[in-house]
């Protein structure tokens, strides 16, 4: 394991931080303060030191800390069962500083309330949830392109209609709102249809309209144009990407000489020395968050569904 001291880390020292995944400790002495389980420990140790300076309980634990140690890990799976266990052997004093799912958002989608779609960090009313996503940034790309696309609503004031019924990227369905409009061209019901076709199913339907539109503009030698679509394209990936995930996150549940996973969650794991168990996901979710996960448990059922998928591509049973 690579030992790092804290009052000695310099520009070097984090270039030297291993790639891929890895087990990242704080340590005062033989105390064991934080434990974080990250694809990129050079980018989790830049952030944690980044929220030193608006966050107390973070400042003080790298006032505490005298060294930071880093496992390299040959996968996530391995990582997940060497941080659960961990954290069951030796609960860190100060695992509470940082939340790495402060930030995720889950989009939210009602075809029949203004503004019909918007992200938040819950899934406290009647609205219908899916996510988390771990990058509100990614996550508000897909939103625009595919509200372009297909002209749905992308609020973002509270007048309305707004100027992107005048540019034409909408069809102003904010005006079914008023009881006295009734035109089909605009019903709310069929933007219950469109809201739920568009970001609901994983079909490919967005993607091939991309990129059709990006191989017109290279055959036209619109290079530039071409370009930009590209990003869209693999934005558009991720995002289908995610949504198969979900469909799955909840549902994955296998049991092989190693581990037990029921649920999306990692409920036993088979050593030598013994087994340790996990608590399983007793969540009672609601008919509104039927792709909604807790935002605590969505890294850890990702890396079960990556090491499923990975294993048994191809396999139409979980």
Not at 54 to 80: C, Y
Not at 147 to 165: N, V
Request: contains cysteine.
């Amino acid at each position: 394991m690579r030992k790092i001291v804290l009052q000695r880390i310099d520009a070097v020292d984090i270039e030297k931080f291993p790639k891929g995944w890895s087990l990242i400790g704080f340590w005062a002495q033989e105390e064991l303060l934080y434990l974080a389980l990250t694809p990129n420990s050079r980018r989790r140790y830049e952030l944690m030191k980044q929220k030193t300076e608006d966050n107390t309980l973070i400042s003080e634990m790298f006032i505490k800390a005298d060294h930071v140690r880093i496992e390299p890990l040959n996968t996530a799976l391995q990582g997940l069962i060497q941080y659960k266990i961990t954290l069951q052997n030796r609960p860190p004093s100060m695992q509470h500083v940082f939340n790495r799912w402060e930030n995720y958002v889950y989009l939210a989608l009602n075809a029949y309330q203004y503004p019909f779609i918007r992200t938040t960090g819950n899934t406290n009313d009647e609205w219908l949830y899916l996510g988390p996503f771990r990058d509100r940034f990614a996550l508000a790309d897909a939103l625009d392109a595919v509200c372009k696309i297909l002209r749905l609503p992308r609020c973002e004031t509270g007048d309305w209609p707004c100027y992107r019924l005048e540019e034409g990227s909408c069809a102003g369905w904010c005006r079914s709102l008023n009881e006295e409009e009734t035109n089909e061209e605009y019903s709310l019901d069929k933007l219950d249809a469109l809201l739920k076709e568009s970001f609901l199913k994983p079909s490919d339907g967005v993607l091939e309209l991309l990129i059709q539109e990006k191989d017109k503009y290279f055959n036209d030698l619109e290079f530039v144009k071409a370009d930009l679509l590209s990003d869209e394209i693999e934005i558009q990936a991720k995002y289908r990407d995610w949504l198969q995930f979900l469909y799955v996150a909840r549902q994955l549940s296998w049991e092989d000489e190693l581990v037990q996973v029921q649920n999306g969650r990692l409920i036993k794991v088979k050593t030598k020395e013994r087994d340790y168990n996990f608590l399983p996901d007793n969540t009672i979710y609601r008919d509104n968050e039927r792709l909604a996960l807790n935002l605590m448990d969505v890294d850890e059922a990702r890396i079960l569904y990556d090491h499923w998928m990975s294993q048994h591509q191809g396999k139409k049973n979980v």
